[in-house]
């Protein structure tokens, strides 16, 4: 089955960040989503939780510059999801007795298994940010995240020209690769 | 410092931010230079993870947002156990007061309506029981009868694999050919099929799964591939030479098969009577072919029929409009083309496959 029209606009959107499809897909899918994890041990917590990670999973994939999902996005979530949710239930050894199991699902393990490891990349990442401190952590993302330039930079963060921002720019990227490096062995 | 200027310049090209004679310049400089070479890659996938943690943050966050939003906005449904609780707790007295009530008036009521009924019998009901429990026995009769005639004895197996999930097989004419009727039976379950089409000359049978419990696939794992395969080439099959799935590997060892028929070709592996209509697959997890007979005399000498031969069936089938007569969703059939499974190692590849092919059961 082809990926329609409106769900590859929807797609395309969630590609770039943007609040309408985000809110769309959010709007026609969360409550499918809720009630898998209400019925099977949940809370609206998890659902929430859950959900967003699928949201994620889904992000890297139209990423990646596939918007071609082979099925209904629907079936695509809840594939995801389902699959999310009976690993958290089995790390906290609880079961699962999906009441609605006559869903179809798609196979997703593959792509949450690069999905694992970009995880782990985020989450070192975000340690490794954290470890830095301040100001090198703001001053790293504004420069690489929020795109601003070193004047902006400069300006913001009180140093006297962009050169002398430059230099501590590229002192705390040195800094923070190498811690990194330490992290991701 | 320098450095410095080295990082800044690996970031300008990166971005795009240089002119092109600098580009050029710099090009030639990184192909001359393995220490600059290795410094650009390594840092760009460095960029990339920094770039990839900026937009999942930003994602998170607006996630959180919308959530928010669509919360506060009631749009996500009821959240039933957290105002359950809370309603709980704010009309509990409420609660035990109208369970109270609700007991009394029900032991009331309950009571008038036993006075007031009129008597039955002991007998009569008792009665009643007798001939209830014999129409069951005799319900019980006529079904076991219904399932014993349901239930044939298969004389005759082989393999088949789906050609489209919503369940199309491809298995050999020879393995069902006069059968009166056909069994499939998966990892999942055991279904129903019908045959659609023979087509004798290339050995090659169309069936359809034709019962209420199988559940469609969306989407195969594999592909089905117009092309001949090399001289060599590593393959596989995945079948069923008994009642438990078999998986076999060998090598394209011939470019014809039987009697230089072009149309098949022959290849070293392992296989058994049941393995007719077996899928063969390259290691990309394509269908090459499917196996039809083996030489008896000759260990591991074994044809299959070339896989275009499936898309020339289906077309003249697709051709023939009596055929839609039998079957309305013929026209939707799709083959898939390309296969899911490139790449991936063997394992992985065979837990992907092994619901996709049945064991074939006539009689």
Known sequence: MRTDTTEQQLLEGLALNNRKAIETIYKQHYNMVQALILNNSGYPDDARDIFQEAMIVLY????????????????????VCRRLWLKRLAQMQRSFSEVENLRDTVPVEDE?????????????????????????????????????????????????????????????????????????? | MQDNALIDTVERYLRGEMLPEEKLFFEHVRSTNPDVDQLVIEHTRFLSQLTQYGE????????????????????????????????????????????????????????????????????????????????????????????????????????????????????NAHVVRNAREIDVQNTLGNYHARLIRLDPQADLALLKIDDTTYRPFIGLPYGISKSDGDLGEDLFTLGYPRPEIVYNKGYLSAATGHGEDTTSFQLTIAANPG?????????????????????????????AVRSKNIFRAIDSIKADSSLQSIDSSLVHLHMPLTSALKGVDRQ??????????????RN
């Open chain 1, 60 to 79: 890297e994939k139209v990423r990646s510059g596939s918007f071609e999902l082979n099925c209904q996005l629907k079936t695509y979530l809840y594939s």
């Open chain 2, 348 to 361: 992985k590849q065979i837990k992907r496959i092994e619901d996709y092919i049945f064991i074939v059961k």
């Open chain 2, 275 to 303: 393995n007719s209509g077996t899928p063969v697959f390259n290691n990309d997890g394509e269908v090459i072919g499917v196996i039809n007979s083996s030489q008896h005399d000759a260990q591991g000498m074994v044809f």
């Open chain 2, 56 to 171: 999942t943050s930003r994602l998170k966050t607006e996630l959180q947002t919308v959530h928010r939003q669509l919360a506060e906005e009631g749009q996500l449904g009821e959240q039933r156990p957290a105002i359950v609780v809370t309603l709980w707790k704010k009309y509990k007295r409420v609660v035990f007061v109208a369970a109270s009530i609700a007991g009394i008036t029900a032991l009331f009521i309950s009571g008038l309506v036993a006075l007031l009924s009129p008597k039955v019998s002991k007998d009569k009901v008792d009665y009643l029981i007798n001939v209830v429990n014999h129409q069951n026995a005799k319900i019980n009769n006529i079904a076991n009868q219904v399932n014993s005639k349901e239930a044939p004895v298969f004389d005759g197996f082989g393999t088949g694999f789906l050609i489209d999930g919503k369940g199309y097989l491809i298995t």
């Open chain 1, 112 to 185: 949450l298994e690069r999905h694992e490891q970009r995880n782990r990349d985020f989450q070192v990442m975000e340690q490794s940010l954290n470890s830095l401190g301040e100001p090198c952590r703001s001053l790293l993302k504004a420069y690489y995240l929020e795109m601003k330039s070193m004047v902006e930079i400069a300006c913001e963060f009180g140093y006297t020209n962009a050169d002398n921002a430059k230099n501590q720019k590229y002192k705390c990227l040195m800094r923070l690769k190498k811690i990194f490096s330490q992290h991701i062995k």
